[in-house]
């Protein structure tokens, strides 16, 4: 598909103002989450991460439909760093982070994407749907202790996932209930019936629907019966910034001065590798998300990913990368080009300044509802049943990735789910890198072992189980004709049998086995 922006802006436009909706409450809570106390300062540096995420990296990026911006993956590296070193050291370490990065581009060590299992990604994506659910549930009830962004499945609070959801049960706001309710209930309906008439309903966001409404009803409920409105702790939270020049007031600049700090480059060091390994699996899952199957280039991705973790370093804000959840939502919003990722990051940046009063009315429970549909269509049940139906491979790696990330962490339940499917992938291979055959002749058993065309060091536990069924006085033939190149751990193995066959009166013939192939 042809990149013309100005075609598509019919469809990239509303795409971004729902990336907006959905990305806002993210920026904030994981700026929340990311510093020692959720005060304008960090806020700020939240809101200017998300605008860097959506401007800077979506023009450089070579992803069309991919939004970037602050990640609650890092949110834990983020709050230890700026405790222990200070938060101009941080920006500093920010940018270190941002230089590697680039330089891990020119070093094209992007290619790690194009090596996740595809298992395992898409039990990534529906772990993630699943995440959004539950952590979407406490704030649609008007529980919102936790902060919007968390994922992981133990809270800074003591409480996880789960325990979250029982105490919101507990202190449950009717009001908040009716709001994300009726959003909720509206926005499906919207989807499935308006939306594929066309027209102005198609142009029209049901998020932006959504989000007038609730704040409406959320007036309405004020005015009838004030204990049945959503407070002010519950509304979205909207740093207070006159214009554009107070907005230079809450920057924070880089501490130039710790350049030669150890402790500065390794939490760059530490930036760089995971922040790298997030973009990269969400590049991986979003090129799996959009319609039109564009491959994004990884190399590309890490320098773009590289230049704005260098600027919102230098500017004050959070490390980014790219989100799956602000890219799923443009996707499923129709977004067509890069423009929708670059609007959302104008319109964050407008936002704070013109507009805080009005977005400050929004009920955080209206936003659970969006966030709610986001995560379904993540984790659909025929996404389960499609995945089970591709035999054990495939379904297992993935249910180990869900369950995984749904009890841990996106790194961390990634990296068990890749460990499974190595396993699968190891299994296979065992099994298939050579061919058996025992045939008798004149009464005398003969192996012939035909190896495989691609045969690697992974293979010298099946050659060597082959080998040991050579019983004493049988003879084996061992055939590298098909073989492109043969290893030398596999060729010593077989030298190393062939020399003490003799013990057994085992004789050995050894076919296609050509100097030059031998590497």
């Not at 409450?25 to 304008?40: E, N, Q, V």
């Not at 309405?220 to 979205?236: D, F, Q």
Request: aromatic share 8%.
């Amino acid at each position: 598909m042809e990149n013309n922006y100005l075609k598509n802006l019919k469809s990239d436009i509303p795409a971004g103002l729902v990336v907006f909706l959905v990305a806002l409450p993210l920026c904030l809570g994981i700026a929340s989450a990311s510093g020692s106390s959720p005060d304008t300062f960090s806020l700020v540096a939240g809101i200017i991460s998300g605008i860097v995420g959506g401007i800077i990296v979506g023009i450089a990026s070579g992803s069309q439909v991919g939004a970037s911006g602050p990640a609650a993956g890092l949110a834990v590296i983020v709050f230890t760093s700026v405790n222990e070193l200070g938060f101009p050291p941080f920006l500093l370490a920010v940018m270190i982070g941002g230089f590697l990065q680039i330089a891990m581009g020119f070093l094209k060590a992007g290619m790690i994407a194009y090596y996740f299992p595809n298992s395992v990604i898409r039990g990534m994506l529906a772990s993630i749907g699943i995440i959004l659910i539950l952590k979407q549930i406490p704030h649609a009830l008007g529980f919102d202790r936790d902060q919007e962004g968390d994922t992981s499945f133990f809270q800074s609070d003591g409480e996880n996932t789960f325990t979250e959801i029982l105490q919101a049960l507990d202190y449950f706001s009717v009001g908040a209930i009716i709001i994300s309710g009726t959003c909720l209930l509206v926005l499906l309906l919207w989807d499935k019936y308006l939306t594929p008439k066309g027209g102005l309903m198609k142009l029209l966001p049901g998020a932006l629907v959504v989000v007038v409404l609730g704040a409406t009803m959320n007036i309405v409920l004020e005015s009838i019966n004030p204990e049945l409105s959503v407070s002010a702790e519950h509304l979205v939270r909207i740093p207070k910034i006159s214009s554009f020049a107070g907005l230079r007031d809450f920057v924070t600049f880089p501490d130039w001065n710790s350049i030669f700090n150890l402790d500065v480059w390794l939490v760059g060091v530490t930036i760089a590798i995971v922040a790298s390994l997030e973009t990269l699996l969400c590049v991986e899952a979003t090129d799996k998300l959009d319609p039109h199957k564009r491959i994004t280039p990884a190399n590309r991705e890490l320098k773009a990913q590289g230049l704005g973790n260098m600027i919102s370093g230098l500017i004050g804000g959070l490390p980014v990368t790219q989100v799956i959840v602000r890219s799923s939502a443009n996707i499923d919003s129709g977004g067509q080009t890069k423009v929708s990722t670059v609007f959302h990051g104008v319109l964050l940046l407008v936002s704070v300044v013109f507009i805080p009063g009005i977005l400050s009315k929004i009920p955080l429970s209206a936003l659970a509802a969006i966030l709610i549909v986001v995560g379904y269509k993540l984790a659909k049940i025929s996404v389960f049943k499609d995945m089970l139906s591709k035999g054990k491979e495939q379904y297992i790696p993935f249910l180990v990735t869900v369950f995984a990330i749904l009890l841990s962490d996106l790194l961390i339940g990634i990296g068990i789910g890749l460990l499974v499917a190595i396993f699968f992938i190891l299994q296979r291979n065992l099994e298939t890198d050579h061919v058996k055959i025992k045939e008798e002749d004149d009464g005398k058993h003969i192996h012939r072992i035909i190896l495989s065309e691609e045969v690697s060091f992974l293979n010298k536990g099946a050659l060597l189980d082959a080998l040991e069924h050579v019983k004493h006085d049988e003879e084996v033939i061992i055939d590298g004709t098909k073989a492109v190149s043969i290893p030398y751990d596999i060729y010593d193995l077989i030298k190393e049998f062939e020399s003490t066959a003799h013990e057994r009166n085992i004789t050995v013939f050894m076919k296609g086995f050509s100097q030059d192939k031998v590497n």
